[in-house]
Protein backbone atom coordinates (compact mmCIF):
# COMPACT_ATOMS: atom_id res chain seq x y z
CA UNK A 1 0.00 0.00 0.00
CA UNK A 2 2.76 2.83 0.79
CA UNK A 3 4.10 1.98 -3.13
CA UNK A 4 0.42 3.14 -4.30
CA UNK A 5 0.36 5.97 -2.12
CA UNK A 6 3.93 7.01 -3.17
CA UNK A 7 3.31 6.74 -6.82
CA UNK A 8 -0.17 8.27 -6.48
CA UNK A 9 1.51 11.42 -4.76
CA UNK A 10 3.99 11.36 -7.95
CA UNK A 11 1.08 11.61 -10.37
CA UNK A 12 -0.90 13.64 -8.56
CA UNK A 13 2.19 16.56 -8.42
CA UNK A 14 2.87 15.42 -11.74
CA UNK A 15 -0.44 17.10 -13.46
CA UNK A 16 -0.18 19.69 -11.05
CA UNK A 17 -2.70 21.87 -13.42
CA UNK A 18 -5.39 18.88 -12.90
CA UNK A 19 -4.98 18.10 -9.81
CA UNK A 20 -5.34 21.82 -8.66
CA UNK A 21 -8.67 22.12 -10.98
CA UNK A 22 -10.47 19.14 -9.60
CA UNK A 23 -9.16 19.53 -5.88
CA UNK A 24 -10.73 23.20 -6.54
CA UNK A 25 -13.92 21.51 -7.25
CA UNK A 26 -13.97 19.33 -4.46
CA UNK A 27 -12.81 21.80 -2.16
CA UNK A 28 -15.50 24.46 -3.08
CA UNK A 29 -18.19 21.69 -2.85
CA UNK A 30 -17.03 20.41 0.82
CA UNK A 31 -17.26 24.59 1.71
CA UNK A 32 -20.56 25.02 0.13
CA UNK A 33 -21.94 21.79 1.74
CA UNK A 34 -20.15 23.10 5.45
CA UNK A 35 -21.87 26.48 4.84
CA UNK A 36 -25.32 25.39 3.63
CA UNK A 37 -25.59 22.97 6.86
CA UNK A 38 -24.37 25.64 9.42
CA UNK A 39 -26.53 28.24 8.15
CA UNK A 40 -29.71 25.82 8.35
CA UNK A 41 -28.45 24.70 12.25
CA UNK A 42 -28.33 28.30 12.91
CA UNK A 43 -31.60 29.09 12.22
CA UNK A 44 -32.98 26.12 13.60
CA UNK A 45 -31.25 26.69 17.03
CA UNK A 46 -32.31 30.01 17.68
CA UNK A 47 -36.21 29.51 16.40
CA UNK A 48 -36.39 26.59 19.12
CA UNK A 49 -34.35 28.82 21.48
CA UNK A 50 -36.16 31.29 21.45
CA UNK A 51 -39.75 29.32 21.87
CA UNK A 52 -38.31 27.47 24.62
CA UNK A 53 -37.37 30.84 26.29
CA UNK A 54 -40.50 33.19 25.38
CA UNK A 55 -43.39 30.63 25.85
CA UNK A 56 -42.88 26.89 26.40
CA UNK A 57 -39.98 26.17 28.69
CA UNK A 58 -38.18 22.74 28.78
CA UNK A 59 -41.69 21.55 30.10
CA UNK A 60 -44.81 23.55 30.19
CA UNK A 61 -47.85 23.04 32.65
CA UNK A 62 -50.86 24.16 31.57
CA UNK A 63 -54.72 24.29 32.80
CA UNK A 64 -56.87 21.48 32.03
CA UNK A 65 -58.37 22.07 28.27
CA UNK A 66 -61.28 20.90 26.67
CA UNK A 67 -61.53 19.92 23.27
CA UNK A 68 -57.88 20.96 21.59
CA UNK A 69 -58.16 23.27 18.34
CA UNK A 70 -55.74 23.54 15.77
CA UNK A 71 -51.93 24.11 16.62
CA UNK A 72 -52.53 27.71 15.49
CA UNK A 73 -55.77 27.69 16.86
CA UNK A 74 -54.14 27.39 20.11
CA UNK A 75 -51.32 29.30 20.18
CA UNK A 76 -53.30 32.69 18.97
CA UNK A 77 -55.60 31.49 21.64
CA UNK A 78 -56.75 34.62 23.79
CA UNK A 79 -55.71 32.86 27.09
CA UNK A 80 -54.73 29.43 28.54
CA UNK A 81 -56.94 28.02 31.81
CA UNK A 82 -56.04 29.57 34.96
CA UNK A 83 -54.41 27.47 37.28
CA UNK A 84 -55.83 28.54 40.34
CA UNK A 85 -53.27 27.13 42.93
CA UNK A 86 -50.00 26.22 41.56
CA UNK A 87 -48.26 25.91 45.14
CA UNK A 88 -48.72 22.07 44.96
CA UNK A 89 -47.81 21.76 41.63
CA UNK A 90 -44.43 23.50 42.91
CA UNK A 91 -44.24 21.48 45.80
CA UNK A 92 -44.11 18.60 43.38
CA UNK A 93 -41.90 19.73 41.12
CA UNK A 94 -39.09 20.82 43.84
CA UNK A 95 -39.13 17.32 44.80
CA UNK A 96 -37.99 15.92 41.07
CA UNK A 97 -34.36 15.80 40.18
CA UNK A 98 -32.95 17.27 37.25
CA UNK A 99 -34.93 20.58 37.59
CA UNK A 100 -32.93 23.81 36.81
CA UNK A 101 -35.79 26.34 37.49
CA UNK A 102 -39.89 26.97 37.68
CA UNK A 103 -41.02 29.83 36.48
CA UNK A 104 -44.51 30.75 36.44
CA UNK A 105 -46.12 33.49 33.77
CA UNK A 106 -49.66 35.36 33.27
CA UNK A 107 -51.11 35.67 30.35
CA UNK A 108 -53.63 38.64 30.13
CA UNK A 109 -55.67 40.69 26.71
CA UNK A 110 -55.97 43.91 27.78
CA UNK A 111 -56.06 47.90 26.29
CA UNK A 112 -53.27 49.45 26.56
CA UNK A 113 -53.52 53.71 26.70
CA UNK A 114 -51.19 56.68 27.14
CA UNK A 115 -54.42 58.90 27.63
CA UNK A 116 -55.28 59.95 24.22
CA UNK A 117 -55.02 56.75 22.18
CA UNK A 118 -56.08 52.80 23.09
CA UNK A 119 -54.88 49.60 21.39
CA UNK A 120 -55.26 45.85 22.38
CA UNK A 121 -52.27 44.00 23.55
CA UNK A 122 -50.93 41.13 25.46
CA UNK A 123 -49.52 41.74 28.78
CA UNK A 124 -47.46 38.97 29.94
CA UNK A 125 -46.80 38.50 34.15
CA UNK A 126 -43.68 37.41 34.67
CA UNK A 127 -40.87 36.42 37.50
CA UNK A 128 -38.20 38.34 35.91
CA UNK A 129 -35.22 36.89 37.81
CA UNK A 130 -35.86 33.66 36.59
CA UNK A 131 -35.89 35.04 33.18
CA UNK A 132 -32.57 35.66 32.43
CA UNK A 133 -32.43 34.08 28.76
CA UNK A 134 -35.43 36.11 27.31
CA UNK A 135 -33.70 39.17 28.59
CA UNK A 136 -29.71 38.40 27.00
CA UNK A 137 -31.21 37.18 23.65
CA UNK A 138 -34.81 37.02 22.90
CA UNK A 139 -35.87 40.54 23.80
CA UNK A 140 -32.88 42.41 24.66
CA UNK A 141 -33.38 46.02 25.53
CA UNK A 142 -32.68 48.61 22.53
CA UNK A 143 -33.50 51.34 25.46
CA UNK A 144 -33.82 51.55 29.00
CA UNK A 145 -33.47 47.71 30.75
CA UNK A 146 -35.35 44.82 31.26
CA UNK A 147 -37.61 44.11 34.13
CA UNK A 148 -35.94 43.47 38.00
CA UNK A 149 -37.92 42.33 40.55
CA UNK A 150 -38.01 45.42 42.16
CA UNK A 151 -40.67 46.97 39.13
CA UNK A 152 -43.93 46.78 41.14
CA UNK A 153 -45.25 49.40 38.39
CA UNK A 154 -42.65 48.87 35.82
CA UNK A 155 -43.88 47.76 32.35
CA UNK A 156 -41.42 46.13 29.46
CA UNK A 157 -42.63 47.22 26.30
CA UNK A 158 -41.94 46.66 22.76
CA UNK A 159 -40.71 48.96 19.74
CA UNK A 160 -44.18 48.84 17.75
CA UNK A 161 -45.47 50.20 20.99
CA UNK A 162 -43.37 52.81 21.73
CA UNK A 163 -44.29 54.36 18.13
CA UNK A 164 -47.48 54.05 18.63
CA UNK A 165 -47.60 55.92 22.00
CA UNK A 166 -45.47 57.91 21.16
CA UNK A 167 -43.73 56.40 24.66
CA UNK A 168 -40.03 57.10 26.09
CA UNK A 169 -37.81 55.02 28.94
CA UNK A 170 -39.41 57.16 32.27
CA UNK A 171 -43.32 57.97 30.58
CA UNK A 172 -46.32 56.24 31.73
CA UNK A 173 -49.01 53.96 29.82
CA UNK A 174 -52.91 52.76 31.37
CA UNK A 175 -53.12 49.22 31.24
CA UNK A 176 -57.04 47.96 31.69
CA UNK A 177 -57.79 44.44 31.57
CA UNK A 178 -60.86 42.39 32.78
CA UNK A 179 -60.50 40.44 35.63
CA UNK A 180 -61.42 36.98 36.58
CA UNK A 181 -65.03 38.36 38.06
CA UNK A 182 -65.89 39.87 34.95
CA UNK A 183 -65.06 43.37 36.45
CA UNK A 184 -62.65 45.82 34.53
CA UNK A 185 -59.43 47.05 36.33
CA UNK A 186 -56.63 49.26 35.38
CA UNK A 187 -53.52 50.48 36.86
CA UNK A 188 -50.88 52.97 35.46
CA UNK A 189 -46.99 51.89 34.55
CA UNK A 190 -44.02 53.56 34.01
CA UNK A 191 -41.78 52.60 31.21
CA UNK A 192 -39.09 50.63 31.67
CA UNK A 193 -37.14 49.41 28.97
CA UNK A 194 -38.01 48.96 25.18
CA UNK A 195 -37.39 45.85 22.86
CA UNK A 196 -37.12 45.25 19.32
CA UNK A 197 -39.76 43.21 18.03
CA UNK A 198 -38.66 40.76 14.97
CA UNK A 199 -42.19 41.53 13.27
CA UNK A 200 -44.74 44.19 13.16
CA UNK A 201 -47.33 43.77 16.72
CA UNK A 202 -50.86 43.21 16.09
CA UNK A 203 -52.42 45.90 18.19
CA UNK A 204 -49.69 47.07 21.14
CA UNK A 205 -48.25 43.55 20.87
CA UNK A 206 -46.58 41.87 23.59
CA UNK A 207 -45.64 43.66 26.97
CA UNK A 208 -44.07 42.45 30.01
CA UNK A 209 -45.09 43.31 34.25
CA UNK A 210 -44.10 41.58 36.98
CA UNK A 211 -46.33 38.51 37.76
CA UNK A 212 -47.48 39.32 41.39
CA UNK A 213 -48.56 42.55 39.36
CA UNK A 214 -50.12 41.13 37.01
CA UNK A 215 -52.15 39.02 39.72
CA UNK A 216 -53.27 41.84 41.26
CA UNK A 217 -54.76 44.02 38.07
CA UNK A 218 -56.80 40.88 36.97
CA UNK A 219 -57.16 39.51 40.46
CA UNK A 220 -56.23 36.42 39.99
CA UNK A 221 -55.22 35.98 43.49
CA UNK A 222 -52.40 33.28 42.78
CA UNK A 223 -53.47 31.66 39.77
CA UNK A 224 -51.20 32.08 36.83
CA UNK A 225 -51.93 30.49 33.03
CA UNK A 226 -48.60 28.00 32.94
CA UNK A 227 -45.57 26.98 34.42
CA UNK A 228 -42.31 26.65 32.49
CA UNK A 229 -40.43 24.20 33.69
CA UNK A 230 -36.33 24.62 32.94
CA UNK A 231 -34.31 21.34 32.99
CA UNK A 232 -30.19 20.92 33.84
CA UNK A 233 -30.67 18.12 30.38
CA UNK A 234 -32.95 19.60 27.99
CA UNK A 235 -32.24 15.93 25.87
CA UNK A 236 -34.55 14.27 28.97
CA UNK A 237 -37.67 16.73 28.56
CA UNK A 238 -39.46 14.09 26.53
CA UNK A 239 -39.02 11.24 29.63
CA UNK A 240 -39.51 13.57 32.38
CA UNK A 241 -43.11 14.94 31.39
CA UNK A 242 -43.68 10.99 30.81
CA UNK A 243 -43.25 11.32 34.46
CA UNK A 244 -44.87 14.35 35.72
CA UNK A 245 -47.84 13.12 33.56
CA UNK A 246 -48.32 10.32 36.30
CA UNK A 247 -46.99 11.85 39.56
CA UNK A 248 -48.58 15.22 38.95
CA UNK A 249 -51.40 15.10 36.06
CA UNK A 250 -53.07 12.38 37.52
CA UNK A 251 -53.57 14.24 40.91
CA UNK A 252 -54.13 17.40 39.36
CA UNK A 253 -56.31 18.69 36.66
CA UNK A 254 -53.16 20.47 34.83
CA UNK A 255 -51.92 19.29 31.20
CA UNK A 256 -48.21 18.56 30.82
CA UNK A 257 -46.03 18.85 27.90
CA UNK A 258 -42.63 18.54 26.51
CA UNK A 259 -41.62 21.46 24.29
CA UNK A 260 -41.96 20.13 21.03
CA UNK A 261 -45.81 19.05 22.10
CA UNK A 262 -46.17 22.31 23.38
CA UNK A 263 -44.39 24.79 20.84
CA UNK A 264 -47.40 23.46 18.39
CA UNK A 265 -47.71 25.59 14.98
CA UNK A 266 -44.47 27.40 15.72
CA UNK A 267 -42.22 23.94 16.15
CA UNK A 268 -44.30 23.61 13.22
CA UNK A 269 -43.04 26.64 11.58
CA UNK A 270 -39.35 25.35 12.95
CA UNK A 271 -39.76 21.40 11.24
CA UNK A 272 -40.88 23.15 7.92
CA UNK A 273 -37.55 25.42 8.12
CA UNK A 274 -35.81 22.08 8.49
CA UNK A 275 -37.64 20.16 5.48
CA UNK A 276 -36.90 23.41 3.45
CA UNK A 277 -33.57 23.08 4.70
CA UNK A 278 -32.62 19.31 3.93
CA UNK A 279 -34.14 19.88 0.59
CA UNK A 280 -31.63 23.02 -0.05
CA UNK A 281 -28.95 20.71 1.01
CA UNK A 282 -29.84 17.78 -1.06
CA UNK A 283 -30.36 20.03 -4.50
CA UNK A 284 -26.88 21.69 -3.45
CA UNK A 285 -25.18 18.09 -2.76
CA UNK A 286 -26.99 17.05 -6.53
CA UNK A 287 -24.73 19.93 -7.53
CA UNK A 288 -21.51 19.30 -5.78
CA UNK A 289 -21.31 15.63 -6.79
CA UNK A 290 -22.19 16.60 -10.55
CA UNK A 291 -19.83 18.86 -10.56
CA UNK A 292 -16.82 16.34 -8.74
CA UNK A 293 -18.17 13.44 -11.28
CA UNK A 294 -17.82 15.23 -14.52
CA UNK A 295 -14.51 16.74 -12.98
CA UNK A 296 -13.17 13.37 -11.96
CA UNK A 297 -14.30 11.76 -15.59
CA UNK A 298 -12.18 14.18 -17.16
CA UNK A 299 -9.01 13.89 -15.05
CA UNK A 300 -9.46 9.81 -15.23
CA UNK A 301 -10.34 9.64 -18.96
CA UNK A 302 -7.73 11.74 -19.81
CA UNK A 303 -5.24 9.50 -18.80
CA UNK A 304 -6.72 6.42 -20.83
CA UNK A 305 -3.07 5.93 -22.95
CA UNK A 306 -0.95 5.85 -19.55
CA UNK A 307 -3.83 3.17 -18.14
CA UNK A 308 -2.88 1.25 -21.71
CA UNK A 309 1.06 2.03 -20.76
CA UNK A 310 0.93 0.81 -17.71
CA UNK A 311 -1.00 -2.55 -18.67
CA UNK A 312 1.49 -2.99 -21.68
CA UNK A 313 4.05 -2.79 -18.79
CA UNK A 314 2.33 -5.40 -17.09
CA UNK A 315 0.43 -3.72 -14.54
CA UNK A 316 -2.93 -5.43 -13.21
CA UNK A 317 -6.32 -4.09 -13.80
CA UNK A 318 -7.18 -4.36 -10.02
CA UNK A 319 -3.57 -2.74 -9.76
CA UNK A 320 -4.82 0.47 -12.03
CA UNK A 321 -7.94 0.49 -10.05
CA UNK A 322 -6.20 0.53 -6.77
CA UNK A 323 -3.81 3.39 -7.62
CA UNK A 324 -6.53 5.75 -9.46
CA UNK A 325 -8.78 5.01 -6.14
CA UNK A 326 -5.73 5.78 -3.96
CA UNK A 327 -5.00 8.64 -5.95
CA UNK A 328 -9.11 10.14 -5.72
CA UNK A 329 -9.05 9.47 -1.95
CA UNK A 330 -5.95 11.43 -0.95
CA UNK A 331 -6.89 14.35 -3.39
CA UNK A 332 -10.51 14.19 -1.68
CA UNK A 333 -8.89 14.25 1.61
CA UNK A 334 -6.89 17.07 0.95
CA UNK A 335 -9.09 18.94 -1.15
CA UNK A 336 -12.09 18.24 1.37
CA UNK A 337 -10.08 18.65 4.77
CA UNK A 338 -9.01 21.69 3.46
CA UNK A 339 -12.33 23.04 2.88
CA UNK A 340 -13.74 21.88 6.15
CA UNK A 341 -10.97 23.61 7.69
CA UNK A 342 -11.70 27.11 6.05
CA UNK A 343 -15.52 26.49 6.41
CA UNK A 344 -14.81 25.68 9.80
CA UNK A 345 -13.03 28.92 10.67
CA UNK A 346 -16.08 31.24 8.47
CA UNK A 347 -18.52 29.49 11.08
CA UNK A 348 -16.45 30.26 13.89
CA UNK A 349 -16.30 34.11 12.82
CA UNK A 350 -20.01 34.00 11.47
CA UNK A 351 -21.34 32.64 14.59
CA UNK A 352 -19.21 35.11 16.43
CA UNK A 353 -20.82 38.09 14.42
CA UNK A 354 -23.88 36.94 13.05
CA UNK A 355 -25.66 37.48 9.70
CA UNK A 356 -27.15 40.71 9.98
CA UNK A 357 -31.37 40.27 8.82
CA UNK A 358 -31.81 43.23 6.14
CA UNK A 359 -35.97 43.01 5.81
CA UNK A 360 -38.40 42.41 8.59
CA UNK A 361 -39.51 38.98 6.78
CA UNK A 362 -35.95 37.72 7.13
CA UNK A 363 -36.26 38.89 11.06
CA UNK A 364 -39.00 36.40 11.10
CA UNK A 365 -37.16 33.74 9.56
CA UNK A 366 -34.28 34.36 11.75
CA UNK A 367 -36.19 34.62 15.02
CA UNK A 368 -33.85 37.65 15.80
CA UNK A 369 -32.09 40.59 13.57
CA UNK A 370 -29.13 38.10 13.35
CA UNK A 371 -28.86 34.86 12.73
CA UNK A 372 -25.57 32.34 14.26
CA UNK A 373 -24.41 29.62 12.03
CA UNK A 374 -23.48 26.26 14.21
CA UNK A 375 -21.46 23.95 13.12
CA UNK A 376 -21.27 20.38 15.24
CA UNK A 377 -18.89 17.96 14.79
CA UNK A 378 -20.88 15.22 13.49
CA UNK A 379 -22.07 17.64 10.87
CA UNK A 380 -18.37 18.33 10.34
CA UNK A 381 -16.87 14.91 9.79
CA UNK A 382 -20.70 13.78 7.97
CA UNK A 383 -20.10 16.43 5.29
CA UNK A 384 -16.22 15.87 4.96
CA UNK A 385 -16.38 12.10 4.79
CA UNK A 386 -19.68 12.59 2.14
CA UNK A 387 -17.31 14.49 -0.31
CA UNK A 388 -14.04 12.34 0.13
CA UNK A 389 -16.81 9.05 -0.77
CA UNK A 390 -18.44 11.27 -3.77
CA UNK A 391 -14.78 11.54 -5.12
CA UNK A 392 -13.64 7.95 -4.89
CA UNK A 393 -17.02 6.91 -6.32
CA UNK A 394 -16.72 9.46 -9.05
CA UNK A 395 -12.94 8.07 -10.19
CA UNK A 396 -13.64 4.42 -9.98
CA UNK A 397 -15.97 4.08 -12.55
CA UNK A 398 -14.01 5.45 -15.52
CA UNK A 399 -10.68 3.83 -14.29
CA UNK A 400 -12.91 0.87 -14.35
CA UNK A 401 -13.84 0.96 -17.43
CA UNK A 402 -10.41 2.84 -19.14
CA UNK A 403 -8.58 -0.60 -17.41
CA UNK A 404 -11.25 -3.07 -19.12
CA UNK A 405 -10.01 -1.59 -22.74
CA UNK A 406 -7.35 -3.54 -24.56
CA UNK A 407 -3.51 -2.35 -24.09
CA UNK A 408 -3.62 -1.43 -27.76
CA UNK A 409 -7.21 0.43 -27.87
CA UNK A 410 -5.64 2.05 -24.47
CA UNK A 411 -2.71 3.05 -25.84
CA UNK A 412 -4.92 4.72 -29.86
CA UNK A 413 -7.49 6.65 -27.27
CA UNK A 414 -7.11 10.42 -27.99
CA UNK A 415 -6.40 12.47 -24.84
Known amino acids: MRGYIKLALRNLLRYKRRTILTGSGIFIGCLMLILNQSYGAGIERQLI????????GHIRVTGKTGPKGSDF??????????????????????????????NKQVQLTGMISDGF???????????????SDLWR??????????????????????????????????EILTLMVQTKDGAYNA???????????????VGA??????????????????????IKIYLNDPGMALQMTAGLSK?????????????????????????????????????????IAASIVNTMLM?????????????????????????????????????????????????WLLNKTGIPAFTESMKYAFGGDRVYPFLTLKSLLLSSATIILLTVLAAFYPSWSAARLKPVEALHHMN
Open 49 to 56: FNMIASDT
Open 73 to 102: EEVYAKSKPLIPNPAPIEALLRRQSGIKTI
Open 117 to 131: KMKSGTIIGIEPEKE
Open 137 to 170: HVIPAKTGRPLVPQDWDGIYINRSAAKIFQTAVG
Open 187 to 201: LDFTVVGIFEDDVAA
Open 205 to 226: GTMYILLATAQELANLGNGVNQ
Open 247 to 287: TIASSINVDIQDWKTAGGFFYGTVLASQIFGNILCLVLFIV
Open 299 to 347: AVYGRTREIGTMMAMGTKRRQILVLFTVEALILGTIAAGTGALLGSVCV
